[in-house]
């Protein structure tokens, strides 16, 4: 994609939501390291849910200590792959304690020695906690920048290192969060709303999916649509909310 389409891009995320947040709940570095550990396969929503209830008893690393490992599973049991989550948050608390003083280090290197904290999981704390220009990839960015061309690779480092380049500088620092909620909330894996996309012009993606009622005109013409059933449901639903 030419330097001028990858600046338009992002200019148009950016005017859309000029100060993009994470959609997990936190008023901590360490509620934020924490909840990024449980992110791992897990919804954002589902994460918030289950810390909604756990920061007002623990959110400290002493408190968790103090609360166990034990207690800490019944508040994260409707978290996927909540038993060795718990031992690890219960590992990294000790860690945080004995090597950095109770505080979440800002360096790459020591936060990716915390148990459960892997590259992308150091990349959003950077990112979101210390404000370094970094862009963790996960499935949804690795979505947009395969479907759109922004970076088009086959795994999600080759992603990561990619959009680095990719993105212009002023762009990078957010980078990482317009992606992700472009594509949680409108390059959806299955139907990604291309009609009322922003950035369809500069998306190298060819089955984009078209207004309902276009994409009925098309289904009735016999033409292959993205989404047909979705299409004919919505028009449907508009059908029916107009009566
Ligand atoms: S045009 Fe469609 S495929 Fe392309 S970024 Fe927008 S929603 Fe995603």
């Given at each position: 994609?030419?330097?001028?389409?990858?600046?338009?891009?992002?200019?148009?995320?950016?005017?859309?939501?000029?100060?993009?947040?994470?959609?997990?709940?936190?008023?901590?570095?360490?509620?934020?390291?924490?909840?990024?550990?449980?992110?791992?396969?897990?919804?954002?929503?589902?994460?918030?849910?289950?810390?909604?209830?756990?920061?007002?008893?623990?959110?400290?690393p002493a408190a968790i200590l103090a609360l166990g490992e034990a207690k800490l599973r019944d508040y994260i049991k409707t978290i996927g792959l909540y038993r060795t989550k718990a031992k690890n948050v219960i590992k990294l608390c000790e860690q945080l304690l004995s090597l950095h003083g109770g505080v979440v280090p800002n360096d790459r290197k020591a936060l990716e020695a915390l148990p459960g904290v892997g590259s992308k999981t150091a990349s959003v704390v950077l990112n979101v906690a210390f404000g370094v220009p970094t862009i963790a990839?996960?499935?949804?960015?690795?979505?947009?920048?395969?479907?759109?061309?922004?970076?088009?690779?086959?795994?999600?480092?080759?992603?990561?290192?990619?959009?680095?380049?990719?993105?212009?500088?002023?762009?990078?620092?957010?980078?990482?969060?317009?992606?992700?909620?472009?594509?949680?909330?409108?390059?959806?894996?299955?139907?990604?709303?291309?009609?009322?996309?922003?950035?369809?012009?500069?998306?190298?993606?060819?089955a984009k999916t078209p207004a309902a009622g276009v994409a009925v005109t098309q289904a009735l013409k016999g033409k292959p649509v993205a989404s047909k059933q979705a299409a004919v449901k919505k028009v449907a639903t508009r059908k029916s909310a107009a009566r």
């Open positions: 994609m030419k330097l001028e389409h990858r600046t338009e891009l992002y200019r148009r995320l950016a005017a859309i939501n000029p100060n993009p947040r994470s959609e997990l709940q936190y008023s901590s570095d360490f509620e934020l390291l924490v909840a990024v550990v449980l992110s791992a396969q897990a919804t954002d929503v589902g994460v918030n849910k289950a810390t909604a209830k756990l920061w007002p008893v623990a959110n400290t990839v996960d499935t949804h960015i690795f979505r947009v920048a395969n479907r759109t061309g922004l970076a088009p690779e086959k795994t999600a480092d080759k992603v990561a290192a990619k959009l680095g380049k990719a993105t212009p500088k002023e762009y990078l620092l957010n980078a990482h969060h317009w992606l992700i909620l472009h594509g949680r909330h409108l390059c959806k894996a299955r139907t990604p709303e291309c009609w009322r996309c922003s950035i369809t012009e500069f998306c190298a993606y060819k």
